[in-house]
């Protein structure tokens, strides 16, 4: 009989559950998609009892076409930076915050830069309104009805396990990216509780993502058919999954996952903050740490445009032309802060930026100047993190974007660097049922997975191509300073 393990991957565009074998593959997956909600302007909520009937329901239905295999465990993967208002018998009080939630903006500018920097190095999490310290603050100043009666905060992840083990735990990373817990200690950080008004009590227990969660309630293992010695590993958040799924995890490997937003991390020994504050630094284990920064502007630039542009055919069809389009996109600059942008700017009132424009220009220079600022900006941050942890030696990437030839060739020639895609865009997935593997003591070590994951290709630089994109980026470099005054 085959074994498997499952990683399930609370996202923020869906709830998945992904069996893999041992060696990566993908053997079978269920997934349901999660709506958003706009209440008002810079609000952006999800129902978490929605969601967790949704988890509820993708395992019941991988553990239905896995029934004949041999399931060893469960680990979970989640989406960072949720909060939600919970009562005492784990029933959600509000809705769920998201990472994109705007609504503490205004807090965040007028907050003193100096108890800013401070919450920065004590907590690895730049002061934005994605942090759950700042919703909590936010909650605090507007009397949030939610927030005076809840008897406990949690991420989405939390909210399930409590209601399914009556537990309550979060794992280092979750809780690192809630700008809540020190990243020296591993423990809560009572003098950033009082800013946010929250007693330790209201929080859960900090534990390993190799903790092993017992005591699923009767009735729900009967209706998931939850197999009896299936264990479930709490895992950690999806960007250091992301990186181990992908064999990320040595000093100087980087894993850049690009979709509708992106990110460029790297894992290395202890915990570590970038003193410009444009990188975040959270815990996975005890002695390691993700550090990297996440762009609100990945494929959605690209999508804008599209949209802007009134195109109704193809992404294949749109992107046509600008292959054959010169490096630079002919004079052209695109500083991609359409969404607003966390790194490197950290300001959700950024805005984006065509330079350079001429009665010449036409789709395809545009369409390759929003390819190679979203590019730029990746590797803006990217430099950030060479600040703390050397040169790159190498870099996987994955994602929606991943699958543009186009888009991957311009990364592979603006860092310089052979560029690996993964043949799966679930990662995060199956860096969560590694974790699992680890936690039964199934495989040895997080390092072991580098021998157990599939590679689609390699992409080769084109140096020539490098050393011109050098003085396109230093353009864009000055441009996106100069124009920051204005946000």
């Not at 949209?307 to 749109?318: C, R, T, V």
């Not at 997080?446 to 020539?464: A, G, H, R, S, T």
Request: hydrophobic share 40%; glycine share 8%.
């Amino acid at each position: 009989m085959r074994e498997l393990v499952i990683g399930l991957d609370l996202g923020t565009t869906s709830v998945k559950a992904v069996a893999f074998d041992l060696k990566g593959n993908v053997i079978k997956e269920s997934e349901q998609l999660i709506e958003t909600i706009y209440p008002q302007d810079s609000f952006v909520e999800q129902n978490p009892a929605v969601i967790e009937q949704q988890t509820r329901g993708v395992l019941t239905d991988i553990f239905k076409k896995t029934k004949n295999e041999k399931v060893l465990a469960v680990g979970i993967s989640c989406a960072m930076h949720s909060l939600i208002c919970v009562g005492e018998n784990g029933e959600a009080l509000s809705n769920m915050l998201i990472w994109s939630d705007g609504r503490s903006s205004s807090l965040v500018e007028r907050m003193d830069p100096v108890l800013k920097k401070d919450i920065y190095t004590k907590t690895g999490t730049p002061v934005h309104p994605m942090s759950p310290l700042l919703k909590l603050m936010w909650m605090k100043e507007y009397n949030y009805r939610p927030y005076q009666e809840a008897k406990y905060f949690m991420s989405m992840k939390e909210y399930f396990i409590y209601k399914w083990f009556g537990k309550r735990v979060i794992d280092y990373s979750m809780a690192s990216a809630t700008g809540l817990m020190n990243i020296k200690s591993l423990s809560w950080d009572e003098e950033v509780l009082q800013y946010a008004g929250v007693k330790i009590e209201q929080l859960s227990r900090i534990v390993a993502p190799t903790e092993i969660i017992v005591g699923l309630k009767e009735e729900l293992a009967e209706e998931m058919n939850w197999p009896k010695d299936v264990k479930l590993v709490i895992g950690a958040a999806d960007g250091q999954l992301a990186n181990l799924g992908n064999g990320a995890i040595k000093p100087g490997e980087v894993a850049v996952s690009v979709g509708t937003s992106g990110a460029i991390r790297q894992l290395i020994e202890g915990q570590h903050v970038n003193q410009n504050g444009e990188t975040f630094s959270y815990a996975f284990t005890a002695d390691t740490s993700i550090i990297g920064g996440p762009t609100n502007n990945g494929g959605i630039a690209l999508q804008w445009l599209k949209e802007m542009m009134e195109f109704e055919g193809s992404h294949e069809e749109f992107l046509k032309g600008a292959e054959d389009t010169a490096i630079g996109a002919d004079g052209l600059l695109f500083i991609p802060y359409v969404n607003g942008e966390r790194a490197p700017v950290w300001n959700q009132k950024a805005r984006g930026n065509f330079y350079g424009l001429s009665v010449t220009h036409r789709r395809p220079q545009l369409v390759r100047a929003v390819l190679e600022g979203i590019v730029f900006n990746l590797y803006q941050i990217g430099q950030s993190l060479e600040a703390i942890a050397g040169k790159p030696t190498s870099i996987s990437v994955n994602g929606g974007l991943s699958k543009s030839t186009l888009w991957v060739q311009i990364m592979a020639d603006v860092f310089g660097k052979e560029i690996q895609l993964a043949d799966t865009h679930h990662g995060a997935a199956w860096g969560a049922g590694w974790t699992a593997l680890v936690a039964i003591n199934k495989v040895a070590s997080f390092e072991q997975i580098k021998e157990n994951i599939p590679v689609d290709q390699v992409i080769q630089p084109n140096l020539d191509n490098h050393e011109k994109y050098k003085k396109v980026f230093a353009r864009y470099q000055q441009l996106a300073k100069d124009i920051e005054k204005y946000f």
